[in-house]
């Protein structure tokens, strides 16, 4: 079965560069979530579309900003990288938001490391 | 706000039980029980939708007390696959938003 395809899944960046995390979700998916996990931490939310619209925002930084295309894909864009934001960056997508009856499937996620 | 769980570790010997506990200081639409293996995605394990709800997967178990704003996990006969970090995630009831908050996490390990 498809599940939801992140890229890269590994990225090294320099402090003040940009990085784009990609996510592709699960065919007829509608929703997509974007969810940060520093080590030995929780997922902290960022930010979720819902037919590609945002639908909701987390504890986002304004550095990053993030949008849902025409065929549900996913993209994050993070500028002026800090050493702080390197983290395992993980996408989920789920089935409809008219609240959750539905459990996310999380991509494999990207690990972004900044030096 | 994010679910509290209890404990935050726990150490099984092979066919042990251990039990993991979330609550919430909000009233709850669904309570979502995730595992989450070392450098990889926290898998869905199962969802709850209404108080008094308990679904098993597996010999991995949970119940939902909607009253108390409260699930619990159970890991019964635990196997050394059920290894790795659980987390709940929760929906309040009144809300306009749709994302789980997760808690912080209860790291499970199974010894032969």
């Known amino acids: 079965a498809a599940g939801v395809i992140q890229s890269p899944r590994h990225l090294i960046k320099e402090k003040r560069e940009t990085a784009t995390l990609k996510c592709y979700p699960i065919?007829?998916?509608?929703?997509v979530y974007w969810y940060q996990q520093g080590p030995g931490q929780d997922p902290q939310f960022l930010i979720s579309?819902?037919?590609?619209?945002?639908?909701d925002k987390g504890s986002i930084p304004d550095r990053f900003s993030a949008q849902q295309f025409s065929d549900y894909h996913s993209e994050l864009n993070m500028s002026s990288l800090e050493l702080g934001d390197s983290a395992l960056y993980f996408c989920a997508s789920s089935l409809g938001t008219a609240k959750l009856n539905y459990g996310y499937t999380f991509g494999s996620g990207t690990r972004l490391t900044v030096v | 706000q994010q679910p509290v769980q209890s404990p935050q570790a726990v150490i099984l010997r092979e066919g042990e039980d251990a039990v993991i506990n979330c609550s919430s200081s909000?009233?709850?639409?669904?309570v979502h029980w995730y595992r989450q293996k070392h450098g990889e995605a926290p898998v869905f394990l199962m969802i709850l939708l209404k108080g008094g709800e308990q679904k098993g997967h597996d010999k991995i178990s949970a119940s939902f007390n909607e009253k108390k704003q409260q699930s619990s996990l159970y890991l019964t006969a635990s196997q050394l696959s059920y290894s790795g970090t659980y987390f709940c995630g929760t929906e309040p009831k009144l809300s306009n938003d749709y994302k789980l908050s997760f808690g912080a996490g209860t790291t499970v390990t199974v010894r032969a």
């Open positions: 909000k009233a709850l639409y669904s």
């Open positions: 065919p007829r998916h509608d929703t």
């Open positions: 579309f819902y037919e590609k619209m945002q639908s």
